[in-house]
């Protein structure tokens, strides 16, 4: 019933751009917030991005540059979620999930994966130098 689709990942040279989407279905999440989770070979699954109902935004604290790179938006008339990526980093190697939270109109600036109950298939991004 309740589905989140990604696409938008594949392979991508070092300085490249990428813009990640997420479909939702089945459920209309205008009043949920979404977010943008990877996970790189070897470690634990991390925030990047996640934007409320509202439209507020938040980027992870971590010291790759992910705010100053990447941008996420929302569309809710098409029920999607997007992150543009930016100057891509061979860091940036990962497999991205998108996320709906599990409640409406909650707090802004979720970062943690117990917030959301909503999750995609993840999308492979490969940076090579």
């Known amino acids: 019933q309740v589905q989140l689709v990604e696409s938008g990942g594949g392979l991508v040279q070092a300085g490249d751009s990428l813009r990640l989407s997420c479909a939702a279905s089945g459920r209309d999440f205008s009043g949920h917030s979404m977010a943008w989770f990877r996970q790189a070979p070897g470690r634990e699954r991390d925030f990047v991005a996640a934007?409320?109902?509202?439209?507020?935004?938040?980027?992870?604290d971590s010291t790759n540059s992910v705010r100053e790179r990447f941008i996420i938006s929302r569309d809710n008339a098409k029920n999607t979620v997007s992150l543009q990526m930016n100057s891509l980093k061979l860091e940036d190697t990962a497999v991205y999930y998108c996320?709906?939270?599990?409640?409406?109109?909650?707090?802004?600036?979720?970062?943690?994966?117990?917030?959301?109950?909503?999750w995609g298939q993840g999308t492979q991004v490969t940076v090579s130098s």
């Open positions: 934007i409320s109902w509202s439209g507020a935004v938040r980027y992870t």
């Open positions: 996320a709906a939270e599990g409640s409406e109109y909650g707090r802004n600036w979720l970062v943690s994966q117990a917030d959301y109950h909503y």
